[in-house]
């Protein structure tokens, strides 16, 4: 049972949630990954067999990279109707959402965003408004094309063959349609990026200022982790809107997510309500963050905090 796994890639660097979605591929069937665009390498091939791809498709075609998504949904649809996958796994990033959604139409399948797990029978377990309710769902026509959010599932390596097989895609006028002009590099600070990190600690308004965001910068630092905050925060100018977390910003389903200064509005849980072990450090003990902590302290982050990642640094 063919389950396809759509390897998501960035200047020639696959990234983590393929290696994820290999594992979880792995427990329903046979991963074969695809490869989209340019960039292909031996180094690719080895990785992706080492997290379980029986097989590779490739196609290693730059008019796929210039042309946005549709040529990818366009690979994908030839594979679906040449090789009749049990199922297609994307990663849940707004560019695989796209992919995922387009690749439905062309198949006439049923397509489920967002998964957090996905097991027999294709069943995908789903939080769903704004992350109050989990339902599971599964799709009833055509093949099941599942989007998986970024950390819901440990990778771990399991060799597989990695077995190569050039593929290759005639692109349709729509296809071509739109065109990438300039592509300019987004320079990358030293911390993990927010939506992949194991750790993410972000600031609220009880943080009072864009200085004060320096707190959250050096715990995130002691812990090696991402750096988010709260709209609150993003709003009044403290923290560029690029890190905000929640139903309007970033998803994370990070190891460990540390809430300073945080309430836990519905909209920001939408957000962060996945995470493995969440920490709250609040003033208020009636803060509606703490309903769904594991580890709270209720106390004034300006004291907490700061002692906190001494003691952290101290430790390592
Ligand atoms: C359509 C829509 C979409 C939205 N999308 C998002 C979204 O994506 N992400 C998001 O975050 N919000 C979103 N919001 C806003 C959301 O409703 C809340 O307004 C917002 O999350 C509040 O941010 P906050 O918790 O930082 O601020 P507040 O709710 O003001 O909470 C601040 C907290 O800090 C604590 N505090 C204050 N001082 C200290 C101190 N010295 N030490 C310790 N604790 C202290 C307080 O006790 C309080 O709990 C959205 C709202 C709408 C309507």
């Known amino acids: 049972m063919e389950i396809l796994v759509l390897v998501d890639h960035v ?29 292909w390498s031996e180094e ?8 379980g791809a029986d097989k590779v498709y490739v196609a290693d075609d730059q008019a796929i990279a210039d042309h946005v998504v549709a040529p990818t949904a366009e690979l ?39 998964a957090v797990g996905l097991g027999e029978g294709f069943v995908a377990e789903q939080p ?3 992350g109050g309710v989990n339902v599971r769902s599964r799709v009833v026509k055509g093949t099941p094309i599942v989007t998986v959010r970024l950390n819901s599932t440990v ?32 320079e990358k600070g030293a911390r993990p990026e927010l ?36 709209r609150a925060a993003t709003d009044e ?18 190891q460990l997510y540390i809430a300073v200064g945080i309430s836990g509005a519905i909209q920001h849980r939408a957000g962060m309500q996945t ?11 009636k803060a509606p963050i703490f309903e769904i902590a594991d580890f709270g302290v209720v106390g004034d982050l300006h004291t907490v905090t700061p002692q906190l990642t001494e003691e952290i640094i101290k430790r390592k």
């Open 11 to 39: 200047d020639n660097e696959i990234k983590k949630v393929t290696l994820e979605l290999l594992t979880l591929a792995r427990s329903l069937g046979s991963p074969a990954a695809v490869w989209a665009g340019p960039g």
């Open 44 to 51: 690719a091939r080895t990785k992706l067999a080492e997290y």
């Open 76 to 114: 994908l649809a030839g594979l679906v109707a040449d090789k009749a996958p049990a199922a297609v796994l994307i990663a849940s990033t707004g560019e695989g959402k796209e992919i995922a959604g387009r690749l439905a139409i062309k198949t006439d399948s049923g397509v489920l965003t967002d």
């Open 237 to 254: 100018g403290w923290y560029p809107h690029q890190f905000q977390v929640g139903q309007t910003g970033k998803t994370v389903s990070p």
């Open 128 to 130: 769903i408004f704004g």
């Open 275 to 285: 995470a493995k072990t969440i920490v709250v450090i609040n003033k208020d003990e």
């Open 155 to 186: 990778p771990a390596a399991a060799p597989a063959a990695g077995a190569e097989e050039r593929v290759s895609v005639a692109l349709s006028e729509s296809a071509r349609s739109a065109r990438v002009v300039e592509r300019v590099k987004e």
């Open 195 to 230: 939506a992949e990190a194991e750790i993410v600690v972000s600031g609220g308004r009880g943080v009072g200022s864009g200085e004060n965001f320096a707190i959250i910068e050096r715990l995130a630092d002691s812990l090696g982790a991402a750096v988010g905050a709260s």
